[in-house]
């Protein structure tokens, strides 16, 4: 497939078989995970073709690809479609930020360098198992020009009440390639819970020049699926009100960055 300008990419990371050194995993049931993961796939083909050209799926357990072609050949979607098996040659009690950032890199190296995608393509990375319902409307909605794109957290009376707290969602944000390099390429060795250090890698960049960096999405994503970590469904009625509070908040208070 030759270079398409301004192409959207969902990439999607998975762990079909994580290991059982790997910290903070609530499901390690393999053939569960795999069918969450093609579950996942089928609801990003079915997205509009105009909206959303290409997608990826990255994984780094050694999982066959063939499940996940079939389903693609299956749908009948005009999207292209890649499916890229990574290392998991890595200390995974380092975490699993740290193996989904490692993985990354090792996709964006191939994708880019094989010159896949060109330098105006947006990729909009998801935690695999993960249903973005509104996926394509936030991608309409999106800025036209951008190099990050993510959804930062700063609420220093409620702290941590409402879940993380000087916070960079990774479960969605979308990046170019110039963004990717610049704010995670090699960059996720800060800890176990990289969502603070990412955060205050891009909130100090846009306090110090804004330029290409979006730090609130514009909507709020309607996330379903499970916690990897706590295995709390988004679907709970704990989840669904704090997703609620925090969408009415960002329309009518959109500098308070629940």
């Keep these: 497939m030759g270079k398409r300008s301004g192409e959207v990419v969902v990439l999607l990371t998975a762990t079909v078989s994580p290991s059982s050194t790997m910290p903070g995993s609530a499901n390690n049931d393999a053939a569960i995970r795999r069918d969450e993961y093609l579950k996942a796939l089928s609801h990003y083909l079915a997205q509009p073709d105009d909206i959303i050209q290409s997608v990826v799926i990255l994984e780094n357990s050694g999982a066959s690809a063939e499940p996940f072609r079939a389903l693609y050949e299956n749908s009948g979607s005009a999207k292209s479609f890649a499916f890229i098996n990574t290392t998991a040659d890595y200390d995974h009690t380092r975490g699993k930020g740290f193996g989904e950032f490692l993985m990354i890199d090792a996709g964006m190296k191939q994708l880019v360098e094989g010159g896949r995608f060109s330098t105006e393509a947006k990729f909009w990375k998801v935690t695999g198992r993960h249903h973005v319902l509104n996926i394509s409307d936030m991608i309409r909605t999106a800025p036209e020009t951008y190099d990050l794109y993510c959804d930062l957290r700063n609420v220093p009376l409620i702290g941590e009440r409402l879940g993380g707290n000087r916070w960079m969602d990774l479960r969605v944000l979308s990046f170019s390639i110039a963004g990717y ?75 308070l960055w629940l």
């Design 181 to 255: 390099r610049h704010f995670f390429e090699g960059r996720y060795d800060g800890g176990f819970t990289l969502e603070k250090p990412f955060f205050e890698r891009a909130y100090a960049a846009w306090r110090q020049d804004p330029k290409g960096i979006v730090p609130r999405f514009r909507i709020q994503p309607v996330l379903r699926g499970t916690n990897g970590r706590t295995g709390e469904s988004y679907s709970s009625p704990s989840y669904l009100r704090k997703e609620r509070l925090r969408a009415l908040m960002r329309r009518l208070a959109p500098r």
